[in-house]
């Protein structure tokens, strides 16, 4: 049974810096690519950044400068370190499995899903 755990998430100030954090069991977190979406209220999931199987990693625009991923695969998990946090960055942060190796932005690309942590940056 595959599962994915986040966590790290909470309450910061615009400027700030979190880490999460997403832990695999059931599958190697290297052998898929691994992604990272929020979805924040009203509003639909947005890919947030994925790292390939071969430990590539793309970032979205909205992100691009601020966030990076990176993977431990000794822990089987993969991270989101999110730098200079603006209030438009609060959402719910899910990471999620890929079907594929690389470089796939969709939700349907991904096939597991965590249950989510909750990023809230005030101003």
């Known amino acids: 049974q595959v599962q994915l755990v986040e966590s790290g998430g909470g309450l910061v100030q615009a400027g700030g810096s979190l880490r999460l954090s997403c832990t695999i069991s059931?599958?190697?977190?290297?052998?898929?690519?691994m992604g990272w979406f929020r979805q924040a209220p009203g509003k639909e999931r947005e890919f947030v950044g994925q790292i390939s199987r071969s430990g590539d990693t793309t970032v979205s625009d909205s992100v691009k400068s601020r966030f990076t991923i990176s993977r431990d695969n000794a822990k089987n998990t993969v991270y989101l370190q999110m730098n200079m946090l603006k209030p438009e960055d609060t959402a719910v942060y899910y990471c999620?499995?890929?079907?594929?190796?690389?470089?796939?932005?969709?939700?349907?690309?991904?096939?597991?899903w965590g249950r989510g942590t909750q990023v809230t940056v005030s101003s």
């Open positions: 999620a499995r890929s079907y594929y190796n690389s470089n796939r932005t969709a939700p349907e690309n991904y096939g597991y």
């Open positions: 059931g599958r190697t977190v290297s052998s898929n690519a």
